[in-house]
């Protein structure tokens, strides 16, 4: 299977993306537009048979006592596509551009009961930290 890794452009369609963000959140809330071209976040796609069947982001913030850091956003491998190396493609391509950045480390969340991320993250060598993350809506 050929697994090319390219930049989310303004022309991608928005209806193959909400199909694929459906599989990752309830009620997604996204322009493809506003993604392909938001700053300081670079969303990268693989398509098969002309349709976006995976798709991943590096979003990236400063942190003040340690420099800019990348986290990765909203991986997610449409459900007829798993297991054939697409999200382990998409992490790859996302930590080349972090390097390049010169950024200092990458960053992720990751809900326990995403059992297939969770098992993905750790082949990749991401390290479980012990900091817990806390939230609130604003909206
Ligand atoms: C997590 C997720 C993105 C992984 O995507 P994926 O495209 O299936 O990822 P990969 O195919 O690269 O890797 C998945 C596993 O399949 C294995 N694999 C890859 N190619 C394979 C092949 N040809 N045959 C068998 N196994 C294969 C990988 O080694 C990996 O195994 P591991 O988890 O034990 O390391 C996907 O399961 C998904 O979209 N889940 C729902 C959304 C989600 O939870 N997103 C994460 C948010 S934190």
Redesign the pocket.
Do not use: D, E, P, W
């Given at each position: 299977?050929n697994i090319t890794v390219v930049p989310l452009s303004i022309n991608d369609s928005q209806d193959e993306l909400q199909e694929l963000f459906e599989?990752?959140t309830d009620n997604p809330s996204f322009d493809v537009k506003v993604l392909a071209t938001a700053m300081n976040c670079y969303c990268a796609i693989i398509k098969q048979k002309g349709r976006i069947v995976?798709f991943?982001a590096l979003s990236i913030y400063f942190v003040p006592d340690k420099g800019y850091v990348g986290t990765?956003q909203?991986?997610?491998?449409?459900?007829d596509?798993?297991?054939?190396?697409?999200?382990?493609?998409?992490?790859i391509y996302l930590e080349s551009k972090a390097k390049r950045l010169g950024l200092v480390k990458i960053e992720?969340?990751?809900?326990p009961k995403?059992e297939?991320?969770?098992?993905?993250?750790?082949?990749?060598k991401y390290i479980k930290s012990d900091t817990s993350v806390f939230y609130k809506n604003l909206q």
């Open positions: 299977m599989q990752l995976s991943g990765i909203s991986l997610v491998t449409h459900k596509y798993r297991k054939c190396g697409f999200g382990t493609a998409i992490l992720l969340t990751s809900n995403r297939n991320a969770r098992k993905l993250y750790n082949t990749l």
